[in-house]
C-alpha cells in the first residue's frame, strides 16, 4: 500500500498515464523492431552486394582457366589465354577474400579455401604445363570454386530476413548453379575434342548439358515475364543455337561406333569456345540481374519497413500524446467540480446551515434552499447526498429547538410555580417572625427563611436556564456591601464566609438581584468544595474599570484544563443543552456566566494564594451609582443573621 496518499488528479493521470506508457512502450517496441529488421534487411543486402562482384568475378575465372586448362591438357596446344586466365584467377581470389574481410559477419570458410588453393595452384598449373595430370584431376579441382560459392548461398539464404529473399537466393542458386554446370559441359566436351572421348564418360557430358539446359528452361518457366527476358533470349540467341548444335554434334561423335563416318562438327574448336564464352557470360549476366532485383525488392522492402516503423511511432506517439490530454482535461474538469462541490459544501456547511438553524430555533422559516446541483453523475450524487444530510440537520435542529423550547417551558412554568410557593412561604415566615417573641422559635423561623431563601434561587436558576429573568427587581441603587452580605445569605454554609475591605459604593437597581444572584453562586461553589473547616473570604476594591469582588477558597482547586475550560464557559456563555449541563455537575458556573454576560460583568477563576479558587468579578462603572467609590470599612467583617 502506498505510504503517501496520492490526489484525485495524480490518480485520474495515473490511470491514463500507464496505459499510455504501456502503448508507447509497445509502440516503440515494435517499431524498433521493424527498424531492426529493416537494418537486417540492410545488412544482409549489403554483404551480399559487398561479395558478390568478386564472387562473380572469380567464378567467371575459374571457369575460364577450367576450360582452358584442359584443352591445354588434353590437345597439347599452346593455349595464349591461358597465363591471362590464371592472373585473373589470382587477383578474383585475393579480391574475394577482401571483399569478404569488409562485410558485417565474415565467412571462415574464404579464408581457408584461399590458403588451401594458393598451397596447391602453384602444383596444379605445373602439372597441367607439364601434362602429367589427368583432366579429370583437373576438373575436380577448379571445380572446388562453385562449392565454396554455393556454400556461401545456402548461409546467406538461411540468414535471409525475409521468406521472399530466401527464394529469391534459392533461384539465383539455382541459376548460378545452371551456369556452372553449362560451364562444366563445355569444359568436358573441350576435353573430350582433344582427347578424342578419352578423358569423360560421355554420360557426364551429356548430364552436365541436359541439367543446364532441364533448369534454364524450368527457370523461364518459373520466372514468367518480366523476369525471364534475358533468359529468353539467351535460350533464343545464335550462340545458344552454336553450343547446342556442337553438343549435338560431339554426343553424336562420341557415341557413334565408327567415328569416322559421323559428319565433321559444324564448328571449329575457337568459333565453339567464342560462343560458349558468349553464352555464359549472358548467364552470368541473367544471374547478376536477377540478384539486382532481389536487392532492389529487399531496399523496398526495408523502407516500407522504415516508413511502417515511423508511422508506428508517430501513431502510438500520438495517440498517448492525446490520451495523457485527454486524461488532463478530464481531470481538470473533475477537480475543478469537485473543488466547486468544496466551495458550495462549505457555504452550506458555514452560512446556510447555521442560518437555517438559527431561523429553526427562532421560528421561522427553515426550508433549506437547495444549493448543491451538479448534475446526475457521482459527483452529483455526493452533493445530493451532502444536501440531504444537511436538510436531516435542519430537520433535526428544529426538532431539538422544539425540544428545547419544550424543557425550557417546563424549566419556567416549574420555576414561577416555586416561586410562587417560595415568596409565599417567606410571607408567611416574615409574618411568624414579626409576631414570635421566643428566641428559639425565632432562631427555627430564621433557618426556614434562609432555606426559602435558597429555593427562591434555585428557582431563579431554573428561570435563568430556560431563558426567562427572574422577579425580583429593585428601583434604587443598593450599597455593595448589603449586595455581598445578600448575596451570602443566600448560600448553604454563609457562616464560613468573611466579608471584608468592602468599598462605600452603590449598586445601581436594575444589576442588584442579578449581581446578589452571581455572588451568591460563586460562593456557593467556595464552600462547596472546600474543607468545611476553613473559611471563604470576599473581598471588594475600587480598580480602573470599576469595583472587583473576588471570592477566594481553601479547596482543591482545579487544574489547568478546567481552568481554561471555566474561563471560556465565563467569557462566553454556550447555549444551555442537556448534553452541556450533563457534562458539568457545577451548574451554577452556567448561571454565573450568563448573568455576567447579561451585565457585561467580567467573571474569571484563578488559583488563590491558599491553593484553592480565587474567583474575581469585574462590576463595571456602568453600574455603579454615584460618585467614585471608596472603601468604607477597612476592618473585617462576619455575615451573620
Known sequence: MFSVRLGVR??????ALIPSLTLLGLGLLTAGNLIRDSYQVREWMDDLEQIRPAASELGAAAQAERVLSLRRLTTGETVPELVSARARVDRGFDALVRADARRHEPSPHIPAAHAKFQASITEVRAGIDGRTLAPVEVYRYFNAPFALFHTGFQRAQQVAPDPLFATRISEAVRLLAA?????????????????????????????????YKAEIAQLITEFGEPRNRLLTEIVASPAWQRVSAMESALTQRLAAPDR???PEPPLTLPRWQDAATEVNTKLFAAYAEHLDRARGTAIEAAQRTERSA?????????GSVVAMLVAVVLA???????????????????????????????????????VLDFGTDEIGAVATAFEQAAKVAVGAAVEEARTREGVRSVFVNIAHRSQVVVHRQLEILDEAESRQQDPALLEVYFQLDHLATRARRNAENLLILGGSRPGRRWTTSVPLLDVLRSAVGETKDYVRVRVSGVPEARVRGTAVADLIHLIAELVDNATAYSPPTTMVEVTAGVVGKGVAV?????????????????????????????????????MGLFVVAQLASTHAVSVRLTDSPYGGVRAIVLVPTTLIDGPQPTVADPGTRTVSR
Do not use: H
Open 10 to 15: 495524480t490518480r485520474i493521470l495515473a490511470i
Open 179 to 211: 551456369t556452372e554446370a553449362m560451364s562444366r559441359g563445355n569444359a568436358m566436351g573441350v576435353a573430350l575434342w582433344g582427347s578424342d572421348g578419352r578423358a569423360f564418360p560421355v554420360e557426364d557430358f551429356t548430364t552436365q548439358v541436359g541439367f
Open 260 to 262: 569416322t563416318r559421323t
Open 310 to 318: 515511423w508511422i508506428t511511432g508517430a501513431v502510438v506517439l500520438v
Open 332 to 370: 481538470d474538469r473533475i477537480i475543478r467540480r469537485l473543488r466547486r462541490l468544496r466551495d458550495a459544501t462549505l457555504t452550506v456547511a458555514d452560512t446556510e446551515l447555521p442560518r437555517a438553524i438559527r431561523r429553526a430555533k427562532a421560528g421561522e422559516s427553515t426550508e433549506l434552499a437547495p
Open 550 to 586: 473576588e471570592v477566594t477558597d481553601q479547596g482543591i482547586g482545579l487544574t489547568d484544563t478546567e481552568l481554561e475550560r471555566y474561563n471560556t464557559l465565563l467569557a462566553a456563555p454556550p447555549d444551555f443543552g442537556f448534553a452541556t449541563l450533563s457534562r458539568d455537575s457545577r
